[in-house]
């Protein structure tokens, strides 16, 4: 210890002392940065963050062109032609299109979800008129030749084959197809199966840029060191001739939910079960929004919740387990996620429906306070980073929510009561109108679901097929 007291006095540390608990040293100050908006001559909203600490430019163009513009019968369009966005543009192929940025010092990415398209650049500002040209090209002279196309489909339906020996894939896909149903947009996987990869044509992949890929179905966020009438002007040369044309207009389907069911899928082995357990809810941009946020916060929203306490800490039944709420552009699910052992797969649910019900009895100030201060903790996170920043942003564009959104936040969580908490949680847990999802070993695991006493038991295949019901 004597060594170790003047090693830290050499080194000009303090002895630890891990006996004191760590005091705060003060507030942290933290200003919202401001958000300008302008539009481009050709229609794109752009979205615009000043920040000059670092001599970088971050641009993020939020595309209304996520999965659920697939036709059903060709799921995964969406992320196929995010796929070959960068295969080649503008005259460049794909190999010359990479090291043409790679050698600016810049990083692009495109990428696909349920909602949205995402084509983002990260670049000095020092060689961001060069790296806002390639850019440009990638959004508006893609090649989406017919040769890569070909070699993405090979490799999505690949992803997919590898993806059906993931219990945990197999347990969310399958969950939200029941969840949504295949009426709806978001009720199969937006990466496809393979059957509907395979039928996706080069006609296909150009319809679908070309009706989706627009200025007027896109907004682009901007952040980082550069004057904003400068990058007006820079962005107006870039994007020029980049049209809009006519939209498709999708409706989705809200199916009305229905008593609790439970579903079961073989995994041979396995030596842990999935569990999936949750229902459809409203959409995202509700008043009662910040309410739900922190009751689920208590539930299984965070490391110390309730329902992690339970499963992981209590009784050992798993390495983790959390709820939460997954939104979507037009609405959302409630559900619970855990990986329990194989053994304690009936113990698991008895317990997740035990939390369910328990959160509509009882919830204690004490833990209000603290969900409410985790999340004031947590925001100025959302405003760290150049890429937070965008991403933040996004999700203001894609759940349409208020331009003072992130200025009222605060206010907003602070002002949930202890009754806001206990209407959410009856409004939006639904203990009897469940989808019960459990992949795992027939013969360990089904035994133990009959023992539930929950009904009858819909096993299913890893397409999400009936094969037979118990």
């Not at 039928?199 to 550069?226: A, C, H, M, W």
Request: with cysteine.
């Amino acid at each position: 210890m004597e060594e170790l007291n003047r090693m830290n006095e050499l080194s000009g540390m303090e002895e630890l002392n891990r006996t004191k608990k760590p005091q705060p040293k003060g507030r942290i100050s933290f200003t919202l940065p401001e958000i300008e908006k302008f539009t481009l001559d050709n229609g794109l909203e752009v979205l615009f963050v000043k920040k000059e600490r670092l001599p970088i430019i971050q641009l993020s163009l939020i595309i209304d062109a996520g999965s659920r513009f697939d036709p059903n019968e060709k799921k995964g369009l969406s992320i196929l032609v995010s796929s070959l966005l960068d295969e080649g543009a503008g005259g460049l192929g794909s190999l010359e299109l990479s090291n043409a940025i790679e050698s600016l010092g810049s990083v692009l990415s495109v990428s696909s979800d349920p909602d949205a398209m995402f084509i983002s650049l990260l670049s000095l500002s020092e060689t961001f008129d060069k790296s806002l040209d390639l850019y440009s090209k990638v959004i508006t002279k893609p090649h989406l030749a017919e040769e890569d196309m070909q070699r993405e489909k090979r490799k999505q339906i690949n992803r997919i084959i590898q993806a059906k020996d993931d219990a945990g894939y197999i347990a969310s896909v399958l969950f939200e197809k029941l969840v949504y149903t295949v009426h709806s947009p978001y009720g199969l996987p937006e990466m496809g199966l393979t059957e509907t990869v395979e039928k996706i044509s080069s006609n296909d992949i150009r319809l679908f840029y070309e009706t989706l890929i627009t200025p007027q179905n896109s907004t682009l966020i901007v952040v980082g060191s550069i004057d904003k009438e400068i990058l007006r002007h820079k962005l107006n040369i870039a994007l020029l001739g980049w049209h809009t044309h006519m939209k498709p207009i999708i409706s989705v389907h809200n199916p009305p939910r229905e008593k609790t069911r439970l579903y079961f899928v073989q995994k041979e082995g396995a030596a842990q079960s999935e569990i999936r357990i949750g229902h459809l809810t409203e959409g995202r941009n509700k008043p009662d929004f910040f309410a739900r946020a922190l009751m689920n916060s208590i539930l299984g929203g965070q490391f110390s919740s309730r329902i992690n306490l339970n499963l992981r800490e209590d009784k050992g039944y798993t390495y983790g387990a959390h709820s939460g709420f997954n939104y979507n552009k037009v609405n959302g699910y409630f559900y619970v996620s855990a990986p329990v052992k194989t053994e304690n797969t009936k113990e698991s649910i008895v317990e997740i429906l035990k939390e369910l019900k328990g959160i509509q009895v009882y919830i204690s100030e004490k833990e209000l306070k603290f969900a409410k201060s985790s999340q004031v903790r947590k925001f100025p996170a959302l405003f760290e980073t150049y890429g937070q920043i965008g991403r933040s942003l996004a999700n203001m564009i894609i759940y349409c929510l208020p331009d003072d959104y992130f200025n009222t936040f605060l206010d907003n969580i602070k002002k949930v009561t202890l009754e806001e908490a206990y209407e959410a949680a009856h409004n939006y847990i639904i203990p009897d109108e469940l989808v019960i999802m459990v992949v795992g070993d027939r013969e360990a695991v089904k035994p133990q679901l009959e023992a539930l006493n929950l009904g009858s038991i819909t096993e299913l295949d890893r397409d999400g097929n009936v094969i037979g019901t118990v």
